[in-house]
T-cell receptor
Framework: DAKTTQPPSMDCAEGRAANLPCNHS???????VYWYRQIHSQGPQYIIH???NNETNEMASLIITEDRKSSTLILPHATLRDTAVYYC???????????????FGKGTKLTVNP | DSGVTQTPKHLITATGQRVTLRCSPR?????VYWYQQSLDQGLQFLIQ???????AKGNILERFSAQQFPDLHSELNLSSLELGDSALYFC???????????FGQGTRLTVV
């Protein structure tokens, strides 16, 4: 079972920041927070991951609370192409030969409106 | 482009038949994961291989099997197909210097 809770759907206006929340209250000390998205039946796309520090890359920012029980994915300037299902996953970073599969929940369906 | 290649992209077959789905992982990735996504359903983990050996098993039916070859490509074999096996099948790979998994574009299987 997924270890995260996300709202089923969210809307965002084009050009505005999209803030997608995720609760992971049972996260363990060695578990990372990963975010993926799936654009209409395409393969899931990796976005970002983090352990406890905030992270930023060319796609998004990840803000993790100090107690690590929740996080927020921020798309700074959402576009219509960002409409997708966004998945928050907690997972131990796999060591070589590890078996830490990604367990997907239902995710948040983000709709970016013009 | 994730670097993970899946073939074929589409497959239509009849009930009772057997099919093989193929996955070529990213260069340097030793782990391959298979997922099933039925219509309007979530991504269900099926099985994982690492460097040719099975590492983890999910809700994979006994009619399904997989293997990873010495060149690290993987095949998912689906037999005695039923209408309910119609789904998208995704392959992902990870390893090397990255811990994140990258997904292929999937194979859409339709059983008629």
């Amino acid at each position: 079972d997924a270890k995260t809770t996300q709202p089923p759907s969210m809307d965002c206006a084009e050009g505005r920041a999209a803030n997608l929340p995720c609760n992971h209250s049972t996260i363990s000390g060695n578990e990372y927070v990963y975010w993926y998205r799936q654009i209409h039946s395409q393969g899931p796309q990796y976005i970002i991951h983090g352990l406890k520090n905030n992270e930023t890359n060319e796609m998004a920012s990840l803000i993790i609370t100090e107690d690590r029980k929740s996080s927020t994915l921020i798309l700074p300037h959402a576009t219509l192409r960002d409409t997708a299902v966004y998945y928050c996953i907690v997972r131990v970073a796999p060591l070589q030969g590890g078996s830490e599969k990604l367990v997907f929940g239902k995710g948040t369906k983000l709709t970016v409106n013009p | 482009d994730s670097g993970v290649t899946q073939t074929p992209k589409h497959l239509i077959t009849a009930t009772g038949q057997r099919v093989t789905l193929r996955c070529s992982p990213r260069s340097g990735d030793l782990s391959v994961y298979w997922y099933q996504q039925s219509l309007d359903q979530g991504l269900q983990f099926l099985i994982q291989y690492y460097n040719g050996e099975e590492r983890a098993k999910g809700n994979i039916l006994e009619r399904f099997s997989a293997q990873q070859f010495p060149d690290l490509h993987s095949e998912l074999n689906l037999s005695s197909l039923e209408l309910g096996d119609s789904a998208l099948y995704f392959c992902a790979s990870s390893g090397g210097s990255n811990t994140e998994a990258f997904f292929g574009q999937g194979t859409r299987l339709t059983v008629v």
